[in-house]
């Protein structure tokens, strides 16, 4: 029966069911984290922001295909606020802001990428 329980083989320091499924558990925080990144337009938005280092606002609209400026802004207060891309105002007319990613932001790209390759070598296909 112990074989079956699979939070038992997350790796984690000792063997509390709390360390896995409570509210500070593993599972939560990788929750958190999806919800980050839930959205449609979060992922291309991050991807784009990883490949340049500052980006106005109106260079991400060219780049993404088919998002709205509607969206573009909402899906980065967003990124924003969660503390994965960070503004940065000019204070000038007209407008002149543009988007980083943090250093939250570039912490997670490693899991990203690793996301990825494990979406590349299964496919739909298998």
Do not use: N
């Amino acid at each position: 029966m112990e074989e079956a329980i699979t939070h038992l083989k997350v790796p984690i320091e000792h063997e509390d069911r709390r360390t896995c499924l409570g509210p500070d558990g593993s599972a939560a925080h990788v929750s958190r984290v999806i919800q980050m990144l839930s959205g449609r337009w979060k992922l291309p938005i991050l991807f784009r922001l990883f490949a340049e280092p500052t980006m106005r606002s109106s260079q991400l609209l060219r780049d993404i295909p088919g998002i709205s400026q509607k969206m573009l802004t909402q899906h980065l207060r967003q990124l924003e606020q969660d503390g994965l891309v960070a503004r940065q105002d000019f204070q000038e007319q007209p407008p002149h802001v543009a988007y980083e990613v943090t250093a939250s932001g570039r912490a997670l790209m490693p899991a990203l990428i690793a996301v990825r390759e494990f979406a590349r070598q299964h496919t739909e296909a298998e």
